[in-house]
Structure formats: C-alpha cells, structure tokens
C-alpha cells in the first residue's frame, strides 16, 4: 500500500512539473508577441550603446545578458551572483544614471499597458519583476526557476 502511494505521488510530481513546463511555455510565446521582442531590442540596444566605448564593455555584456532574459523570462529566475564584488554596487550607481532608468521606464510603461487585459495581467507582472534587474544588473545572475528554488533564493517570473 504505502509502495502504491509513493508511486502516485511520484506521477502527480511529474504530471506537475509537465503542466507548469507547458504554461511556462505558453506565457513566453504570448510574453514573445506582446512585450519580449520590443524589451529584447531595447536591451540590444542598450549593449550595443554600451560596447560603442571599450570602457563600459561590461555593462554591455550585461544588457545582452538581460535581453535574453527579457524575451524569454518565464521559468528563470534572478540570483545574487555569489562572486559579485563591491565594485558592482558602484558599476550599479553608474548604469541607473546612464542606461537603467529608461530600461525600467520601459518595463513599467509596457507593464501599465499589459494590465488593462486580463490575459495581460500576468505578463504585467512579469514586467515589474523585471524592473529591480533593469537597474541593478551587476552582480546578478539568471539561472533556471528549478536551480534557484535548490539554492533557495531567487524570485520566480
């Protein structure tokens, strides 16, 4: 008996794990269509504004490195970077000056446009979650929903 009830559990996990997979990949293709394109092309642009001068090269790397996340975030989660220096605070201070600020501006704009359906809501959500990375991008880093709640840190999208 107690073998049989292991074994159901053990298929509802999976089953679980299966469904959220699938909605997870539903969100990011209607995410794709309505916000993660144009968020995408914005970050693009960012790094590429940001490669422009050989100085500011890792903030570049940062932007490519969040518009991958911004045009699929649905299932990945963002994690302090466990070899982030106090020199990341002060590149912080920097990009909020020069680049964050209408990243976030963006993603609160798109996030106020999102909500006013109810399809959108979720993705409305998504978009503010994705505000705090927009300004602070050093020093964080974005891995897989499964490995951060392994770590126990991190904050789903």
């Excluded at 144009?38 to 969040?66: D, E, K, N, Q, S």
């Excluded at 994690?79 to 993603?107: D, E, R």
């Excluded at 505000?131 to 126990?152: F, Q």
Aim: net charge positive.
């Amino acid at each position: 008996m107690a073998v049989a009830v292991v074994a159901a559990a053990i298929v509802v996990a999976a089953s679980s794990h299966a469904l959220g997979t699938q909605m997870r990949t539903i969100l990011n293709i209607i995410w794709v269509v309505f916000a993660g394109f144009w968020l995408w092309l914005t970050y693009l642009l960012a790094g590429v504004i940001a490669c422009v001068f050989i100085v500011t090269i890792p903030w570049g790397v940062a932007a490519f490195r969040m518009a991958n996340y911004a045009l699929w975030p649905f299932g990945r989660t963002i994690v302090p970077k466990a070899t982030a220096s106090p020199v990341s605070a002060l590149g912080n201070i920097i990009w909020i000056v020069f680049i964050g600020w209408w990243l976030a501006l963006g993603h609160l704009v798109t996030a106020i446009a999102q909500a006013a359906t109810i399809i959108g809501i979720p993705l409305a959500i998504a978009n503010v979650k994705l505000i705090p990375v927009s300004l602070v991008p050093l020093g964080k880093e974005i891995v897989p929903v499964d490995s951060a709640r392994a770590m126990g840190a991190g904050w789903t999208v």
